[in-house]
Each structure stands twice: as C-alpha cells, then as structure tokens.
C-alpha cells in the first residue's frame, strides 16, 4: 500500500470517535484493519454482504445508477462504507463524533 | 404513546408536506413494517411498490446486521449516497410501526457528509 494511502488511513484511525477502519478489497477480504481479528472478519463479510444488496438494489431501481457511499447509524455507532471499484474503505465510529 | 386517528394524520401530513418542500427533495415515502406505501409524495403506485419494496427490503437487511453485530443495538438512521441521489431512512426500531424515506438529490446538499 502507497504512503499516501496509509497516511489517509492513519489520519482517519486517529480522528476522535473513531473505532475502527477497514480496508476490504472487491472479494470482501479484509486487506487492512485495525481492529481484532475476529472483529475484521466479522465486520467485513456482514458488510460486504450488505455493500452487495444495496448496490443490486440501486441498480434495480436504476441500471445506470450504482453505490457510492452508505451510513448506518446505530445507537452504539456510525458505520461508513466507501465502496469503490477495487476496494471498500470501512470506518466505524462513536455515533455522536460528528 | 400516540394517537391514531385525524390528528395524527394532519401532523404527518404537515410533516411530509415540509419535507417535500425543502430544496432539493425529490421524493417522500412512508412505508410500514409490511413495505406498502402509506403516504408518497409520487402519484404512480407501481412505482411507488417497487420503490417501497426494494428500500424496505435493503432496510430490514441493515437492520438485522446491526442486531447480529450487537443484539442490544438498533438501526436509527441509513443514508445511501449512490451516484444521482441520496436516499434517506428513518425506520421506526420497533419494526411495528411506519418507516420514513425521503429521496434528494444530492448536489443540492451542502458538502458536509464525507
């Protein structure tokens, strides 16, 4: 991975609030975290699963259309998704970080 | 507790109406639990079923893993950003009552999101 792209990841990771931040690559597979190893694993097949409907959805809706970035918000915490063509950024953050 | 009722409706109704009216609001949907459309802001029901369905489809999907993620823990609000528009829910967390979608576009949005 380029420099620049861990320094991106580094700011983010250190950004206040948040808790987690996964790279997965376009099969799902988790190239970079900093979470735990069950957590990663968790994390990037229940979103990879969830990346994958939705974008199905959009494109159903509209076949031109696709996902570009979706937010979950629990009351435990915010989770963003990025998806992007070879790779999806994960960052899961304390709800209230705004 | 609420009411049901007329003068539940009206606030609804209101509700919807301000909504609508805000800059860059295409659509304005509120589903229940089942994903039929209680009130739209579109007046074609075949679209609207399509819409409804889909959305509450993706929703109860959302729903079920942040339940599997922490089982004390529910799904407050989803925003989906795709490349035309942004799609917003608020689903009621007891999956008993009404869901709010509210369709925008989002070049109308001022860049406060990423």
Sequence with gaps: MSSEVEETLKRIQSHRGVKGVLVTNNEGIPIKSNLTQEETDTYSSMITQLNLKADGIIRTLDNSDSLTFMRIRSHNHEIMIAPDDEYTLIVIQNPNSD | EREEGPAKMTDAEQCIKRIQSHKGVKRVFVINS???T???SLNDPEEERRYAGLISELTKKTQSMVRELDPENALKFLR???LTEEIMIAPEPT???YTLIVVQDPS??????K
């Design chain 2, 95 to 97: 999956e008993s009552k």
């Design chain 2, 38 to 40: 209680i009130r739209s």
């Design chain 2, 34 to 36: 089942r994903g039929q």
């Design chain 2, 108 to 113: 109308d949005d001022e860049p406060s999101m």
């Design chain 2, 80 to 82: 989906i950003r795709t």
